[in-house]
T-cell receptor
Framework: QKEVEQNSGPLSVPEGAIASLNCTYS??????FFWYRQYSGKSPELIMS????GDKEDGRFTAQLNKASQYVSLLIRDSQPSDSATYLC???????????FGKGTKLTVNP | GAVVSQHPSWVICKSGTSVKIECRSL??????MFWYRQFPKQSLMLMAT?????????EQGVEKDKFLINHASLTLSTLTVTSAHPEDSSFYIC???????????FGPGTRLTVL
């Protein structure tokens, strides 16, 4: 059974702090990893993708991938109240194969 | 780019009726589309994978005769909930493999309420 596990949260950080979200996956064949943000009552929105070991930065977001440890993380710097949402980690084997999603981590950024 | 639309955004129907939900990729062709269901405060649950021109692949426990999926073109997939019951009330979300595949983009979702 392919699984993606996320730290359950909820996670609460003050405005301006760094929020750290973590995820592990069981399928060593996974090649592609994604972080989605889902606001309450809305559908998921892609914020980061990562395919290679190391860090990938996009604005205030940094995704980290360690395939040896089967670990993916997302750092949000200078957290804003608008970052408050549930963050979903997903992994897949690539191509058009289905993604396996974690259950999500709810993040609250307090003003 | 990579915009996915769904129609309708919400629907209320009576128990026993059928409801069709459309999922369109607006600015790209999607060989593969996925249908998810999400109950309040729960995680996404994949229902089926839909490939253009072939039968959908359903996840274990999903009734294929109740949730009919048709992927008639590279830009359109439809989900029909047949003989809907109150327990089918949920948030239905589609996604499509974006340009070059390997990344899924989600539609805005359809909220179904069955009375």
């Amino acid at each position: 059974q392919k699984e993606v596990e996320q730290n359950s949260g909820p996670l609460s950080v003050p405005e301006g702090a760094i929020a750290s979200l973590n995820c592990t996956y069981s399928d060593r064949g996974s090649q592609s990893f994604f972080w989605y943000r889902q606001y309450s009552g809305k559908s998921p929105e892609l914020i980061m993708s990562i395919y290679s070991n190391g860090d990938k930065e996009d604005g205030r977001f940094t995704a980290q991938l360690n395939k040896a440890s089967q670990y993916v993380s997302l750092l949000i710097r200078d957290s804003q109240p608008s970052d408050s949402a549930t963050y979903l980690c997903a992994g897949g084997r690539g191509g058009s194969e289905k993604l396996v999603f974690g259950k999500g981590t709810k993040l609250t950024v307090n003003p | 780019g990579a915009v996915v639309s769904q129609h309708p955004s919400w629907v209320i129907c009576k128990s026993g009726t059928s409801v069709k939900i459309e999922c369109r990729s607006l600015d790209f062709q999607a060989t593969t589309m996925f249908w998810y269901r999400q109950f309040p405060k729960q995680s996404l649950m994949l229902m089926a994978t839909s490939n253009e021109g072939s039968k959908a692949t359903y996840e274990q426990g999903v009734e294929k005769d109740k949730f009919l999926i048709n992927h008639a073109s590279l830009t359109l997939s439809t989900l029909t909930v047949t003989s809907a019951h109150p327990e089918d009330s949920s948030f239905y979300i589609c996604s499509a493999d974006g340009p070059g595949a390997d990344t899924q983009y989600f539609g805005p979702g359809t909220r179904l309420t069955v009375l």
